[in-house]
């Protein structure tokens, strides 16, 4: 059984650029979440998504935006990055749309300067 | 709305002694509660959960919560501290009616030989 994998590891971008990060979620899995985790925070709630439609959103501005595919994988996309946008960005998958059980991958490190 | 409050930013312990990293949480119904531990460069990895089923909930390597409705709390102890128990502790709620997840800012245990 596969774990959740994201991709890439590390990113550097420059303030107003846009990025684009990967998550493949855990075999059997449907939903996939994303959290960002500034320094020294817990990580905060993004936005959810269930067989590729948005099943929830956190407090964050509509330029986080996502995508979820027919084989459950996901991407987080963040258009003109602030400084702000510097953190760690965790996805987790789990077998439904109402699961607590979330399954976290490693996560990215984006850091914007 | 559903919140936790994780009462120490840092613990410091030595190997051995008993480990309490405490959290309360505030939920307008019954809530499902967890620990995750996050340890450096790793994913976040599910240490224990509360479903309202018993109340002393028992997890990996040794760790278990209470849940304790009348104090609001769910705190996490362990007999005796290794090494290894070195890293950062959240507090979780879940937020059912979105099933996104509500971390504390987290609780940093330090374990001294």
């Known amino acids: 059984e596969t774990g959740v994998t994201q991709s890439p590891t590390h990113l550097i971008k420059t303030r107003g650029q846009q990025v684009t990060l990967r998550c493949s979620s855990q075999s059997g899995h449907n939903t996939v979440s994303w959290y960002q985790q500034a320094l020294g925070q817990g990580p905060q709630f993004i936005f959810q998504y269930y067989r590729e439609e948005e099943n929830g959103r956190g407090n964050f501005p509509p330029r986080f935006s996502g995508l979820q595919f027919p084989n459950y994988s996901s991407e987080l996309n963040v258009n003109a990055l602030e400084l702000d946008d510097s953190a760690l960005y965790l996805c987790a998958s789990s077998p439904g749309a109402y699961s607590y059980e979330q399954y976290f991958g490693p996560g990215t490190r984006l850091t914007v300067t | 709305a559903q919140s936790v409050t994780q009462l120490d930013s840092h613990v410091s312990v030595s190997e051995g002694t008993p480990v309490l990293l405490r959290c309360n949480y505030s939920?307008?119904?019954?809530?499902?509660l967890f620990w995750y531990v996050q340890h450096p460069n790793k994913g976040l990895q599910l240490l224990l959960k509360?479903?309202?089923?018993?109340?002393l909930v028992k997890g990996i390597n040794g760790f278990e919560a209470e849940f304790k409705k009348s104090e609001t709390s769910f705190h996490l102890t362990k007999p005796s501290a290794h090494m290894s128990d070195a890293a950062e502790y959240f507090c979780?709620?879940?937020?059912?009616?979105?099933?996104?997840?509500?971390f504390g800012k987290g609780t940093k245990l330090s374990v001294k030989p």
């Open positions: 979780v709620v879940s937020q059912a009616s979105q099933g996104n997840l509500i």
């Open positions: 939920s307008s119904y019954s809530p499902s």
């Open positions: 509360y479903t309202s089923a018993a109340t």
